[in-house]
């Protein structure tokens, strides 16, 4: 079991990056896929990228590709969403999630029923 808090949200403009944070309590934090989703306003929540349990295998929408790093710190239970070059269309709440079953072939990786935990949220906003 974990608990996901999420921080680094903000308002910037387009072209510019910010860097999210999701912090993981518990001793396990490293038996788990940790993914990023997002939800812009009026829309279904979307997937963004996941990362495997030991931080070798990395997945990426393909909205982000390019622009969006993905990676994790075992150390310290923490799992980062380093955002480049940001579009107003990037605006959202941005939710990171943690799944028990494997990276296995990147099957799930973007279908949050597969998820377990999720952070309560940070807020994303691109003003163009």
């Known amino acids: 079991q974990v608990q996901l808090v999420e921080s680094g949200g903000g308002l910037v403009q387009a072209g510019g990056s910010l860097r999210l944070s999701c912090a993981a309590s518990?001793?396990?934090?490293?038996?788990?896929?940790m993914g990023w989703f997002r939800q812009p306003p009026g829309k279904e929540r979307e997937y963004v990228a996941a990362v495997s349990k030991n931080g070798g295998s990395i997945d990426y929408d393909d909205s982000v590709k390019g622009r969006f790093t993905i990676s994790r710190d075992n150390a310290k239970n923490t799992v980062f969403l380093q955002m480049n070059s940001l579009k107003p269309e990037d605006t959202a709440a941005y939710h990171c999630?943690?799944?028990?079953?494997?990276?296995?072939?990147?099957?799930?990786?973007?279908?949050?029923?597969?998820?377990?935990?999720w952070g309560q949220g940070t807020q994303v906003t691109v003003s163009s």
């Open positions: 518990g001793r396990t934090f490293s038996s788990y896929v």
């Open positions: 999630a943690a799944r028990r079953r494997n990276y296995y072939s990147g099957v799930g990786l973007g279908d949050p029923n597969e998820y377990d935990y």
